[in-house]
């Protein structure tokens, strides 16, 4: 099946700095990507959908200049969350949807996961 | 706006068992629904994508159901293994022509060898 990777898997940084999560299709290109925070023991929230060459759309109360999404090719969506805090401290996921043409019938790919923690 | 929820939260079953996980959703005017599978700290695996227009989709020991007027699906694991312990996540496409995925809680499952 359709591989997605996510880099990092996890880090730690100081509140204030900004962290760069970067998300790959490996073996097909997604012209669209998802990005979902997912909280302890809580379900996975779309932040936003990612779409190559052109500006990313956010979900009702996601900060775009928080939360900054850069999807610079077929492959690669990066996900930057700008002057952290520790309330950022989430497990960051994407997600692409695999090449088929119906869009209803296509099964989502996701990536391992970034475990991201704001001190 | 579309609510998926899961019961049990969590279930816990010794090995061999047969069980049923359910998930509703409140608006029936959906794509499809897909069934997840996560282990702790991962990412999600695809389990089975069941079309608005079907009623089940099966595949090994997993079989899962879809009744899409009463907005319930389940997840039947035959059979059940350690190494089935995860969390099961439910799924929604939120209408045609969309990737957009609303996602339930979860059941958490431990299979007791």
């Known amino acids: 099946g359709a591989v997605v990777s996510q880099h990092p898997s996890w880090v730690i940084c100081k509140s204030g700095t900004s962290v760069k999560i970067e998300c790959r299709s490996l073996?097909?290109?997604?012209?669209?990507m998802f990005w979902y925070r997912q909280f302890p023991k809580q379900s996975l929230m779309l932040m936003a959908t990612s779409n190559e060459g052109s500006k990313a759309t956010y979900e009702q109360g996601v900060e775009k200049d928080k939360f900054l999404i850069n999807h610079a090719s077929l492959t690669l969506s990066t996900l930057t969350v700008t002057s952290a805090h520790p309330e950022d401290s989430s497990f960051y996921i994407c997600?692409?949807?695999?090449?088929?043409?119906?869009?209803?019938?296509?099964?989502?790919?996701f990536g391992p996961g970034t475990r991201l923690t704001v001190l | 706006k579309q609510e998926v929820t899961q019961i049990p939260a969590a279930l816990s079953v010794p090995e061999g068992e047969n069980l049923v996980l359910n998930c509703s959703f409140t608006?029936?005017?959906?794509?499809?629904l897909q069934w997840f599978r996560q282990d702790p700290g991962k990412g999600l695996t695809s389990l089975l994508l069941?079309?608005?227009?079907?009623r089940e989709q099966t595949s090994g020991r997993l079989n899962a159901s879809l009744d899409k007027s009463s907005g319930r699906s389940t997840l039947y694991i035959a059979a059940s293994q350690p190494g089935d312990s995860a969390t099961y996540l439910c799924a929604v496409v939120r209408g045609a022509g969309s990737y957009q995925l609303t996602f339930g809680k979860g059941t958490k499952l431990s299979v007791i060898p």
């Open positions: 073996d097909f290109q997604a012209t669209t």
């Open positions: 997600s692409a949807p695999s090449a088929r043409g119906d869009k209803g019938t296509d099964t989502q790919y």
């Open positions: 069941i079309q608005s227009s079907q």
């Open positions: 608006d029936s005017a959906i794509y499809n």
